[in-house]
Every structure is written in structure tokens, then in C-alpha cells.
């Protein structure tokens, strides 16, 4: 017996039925949300030139490469920066970035 004859069949990706479709609501757009960055005027008042938020920088954006390392704190100066963070309307991540180039700026 051959190993070609007890090959496994296969079953190709099917479109769904009309009858599905049909079953289907249409979207109501009126109705959607859209979330915009409640950090997106700020950043563009500001001039923030290290990447804030997730993903790829545009184009334009980008500062070169970046490596992610590590700062270790005790608890209560975690919840410290936590606090700060929440209230200026920023990640803790862009909060210590923010304050690591502010630092910069004056100690230069």
C-alpha cells in the first residue's frame, strides 16, 4: 500500500450561502462610535518627537532605532508615577519617556 492513496482530503474554504448572508444585519454606521486619541492634540501642541504610542512611527516620525530596557523602582514610586501618569492623560511608558527628556533638556 502506498502512502499517496491514504492522503487526507482536503475541503476548499466555502463563500457563505446567500440564505446566510440574507440572515445577516446590516451595519448601521449612524449608530458607530469612533474613538479618537484623546492624546493626539497634546502630542501635537507639544512636539513629542520619541514614539508615545503603539506601533510603527509614520515615516516621518521616526528617530532611528530603539532598545527597550529595563528600571527597576520600588512599589510605592511605581504607584506614584501610575498616579502622575492617569492624571496628565498619559501611559506610564510615555510619562517616564516624557520625564527622561525633560531631565535631558536641563541637565544638558
Known sequence: MKADSK?????????????SLRDIPEVDFSKARVRRNPYAARIAKEGIVVQVGRGRP???????????????????????????????????????????LAWLKTAA
Request: hydrophobic share 35%.
Open 7 to 19: 492522503r487526507r482530503q482536503t475541503r476548499k474554504q466555502r463563500e457563505p450561502s446567500k440564505a
Open 58 to 100: 509614520k515615516k516621518i516620525l521616526e528617530v532611528g532605532g530603539t532598545r527597550p530596557r529595563s528600571v527597576r523602582f520600588p512599589e510605592p514610586v511605581w504607584k506614584q508615577i501610575e498616579a502622575q501618569a492617569k492624571a496628565k492623560g498619559l501611559t506610564v511608558h510615555a510619562a517616564l519617556r516624557e520625564a527622561i
